[in-house]
C-alpha cells in the first residue's frame, strides 16, 4: 500500500515501480478507475491476461482468480495488479481484494497487489472490519512532501533539463514557493510556471521573490 497527498509523485513513482519490471517475470494489470466496482476489477484482470469475462458476477470472481493463478503455473510470470486511487474503493470492495488474494488454504498467494491511494486509505485500515486486509500488507508507505533542501533541487534541475545552466530562481523565489506549496511536486510545478510567466511579463531574468509572489495570487485568485 502507497499512500500520499494529491500531488505527491504517486503516479510517478509508481511508472518508475512499473518500468523497473522485467516483462518476462511480471505481467502488469493496472486498473485505474476503481469505481467501476469489482466487476469491472475482475474483467480488466481477465481481458488483461487474454481470457473472456463471463457475464455473471459471481463466475467473475473465480474466473479472475483462476486466470491469475494460470499466468504463474502456466507462463511463469507473476500478475502484479496496480489499483490506482483505492481509497475510492468502499469496505465491501477492499474486502472482496483480500478475498481474491486467498488461494490454496492461504498459503501462497500467486500474485502481487498494488494499492495506491490518497491518505484516507490508510485510515480506513484502521477499522475491525477490515483487519483481515490491513494484516495481508506486507510493505506500507506512506509518500512524504519534500524538504526545502529537496524543493531547491527539484526547481535547480528541470531549467538544466533544456539546457539552463546559470541560477533562474533566486533564493528567496524558492523559499516562497517550499513556505506556500508544502513541498507537493505537482504544486511547485504549477507555481514555478506561473513565476516564469510573471517574471517574462515584466521582463526579468530571473525569477526573483516579487514574481513568485505574484504568481501565487494570480494562482490562488483562480482557483
Given amino acids: ?3 500520499g497527498e494529491v500531488g505527491s509523485g504517486k503516479t510517478v513513482a509508481l511508472k518508475g515501480a512499473v518500468a523497473s519490471l522485467a516483462p518476462a517475470r511480471f505481467t502488469v494489470i493496472y486498473q ?3 469505481e467501476v466496482g469489482m ?13 473472456t469475462p463471463k457475464y455473471q458476477c459471481a463466475a467473475l470472481a473465480a474466473q479472475a482468480s483462476a486466470a491469475l493463478t494460470a499466468e504463474v503455473d ?17 469496505h465491501h470492495e477492499l474486502d472482496a481484494i483480500r478475498t481474491l488474494t486467498n488461494y490454496d ?9 498494488l494499492l495506491i491511494g490518497q491518505p484516507t486509505l490508510r485510515k480506513r485500515m484502521k477499522p475491525g472490519v477490515l483487519a483481515a486486509l490491513d ?42 514557493i517550499h ?17 516564469l510567466i510573471a517574471a517574462f511579463t515584466e ?11 505574484a504568481a501565487i495570487t494570480e494562482t490562488h485568485a483562480t482557483e
Fill in 74 to 90: 502456466e507462463r511463469g510470470r507473476t500478475p502484479a495488479v496496480v489499483i490506482d486511487e483505492s481509497h475510492l474503493l468502499d
Fill in 32 to 34: 485505474p478507475n476503481p
Fill in 135 to 176: 494484516q495481508r500488507i506486507s510493505v506500507s508507505y506512506q509518500m512524504p512532501t519534500m524538504s526545502k533542501e529537496e524543493t531547491a533541487s527539484y526547481i535547480k534541475h528541470h531549467p538544466t533539463i533544456v539546457g539552463r545552466q546559470d541560477t533562474l530562481f533566486s533564493d528567496d523565489a524558492v523559499e516562497l
Fill in 1 to 3: 500500500m502507497v499512500t
Fill in 105 to 113: 488454504m492461504d498459503s501462497t498467494t500467486p500474485f502481487a497487489v
Fill in 39 to 51: 466487476r469491472g476489477l475482475y474483467e480488466r484482470i481477465i481481458t488483461s491476461l487474454g481470457g
Fill in 203 to 213: 521582463e526579468k531574468g530571473i525569477v526573483d521573490e516579487p514574481s513568485t509572489r
Fill in 179 to 195: 513556505l506556500t506549496i508544502r513541498g507537493l511536486p505537482r504544486s511547485v510545478n504549477n507555481i514555478a510556471r506561473q513565476s
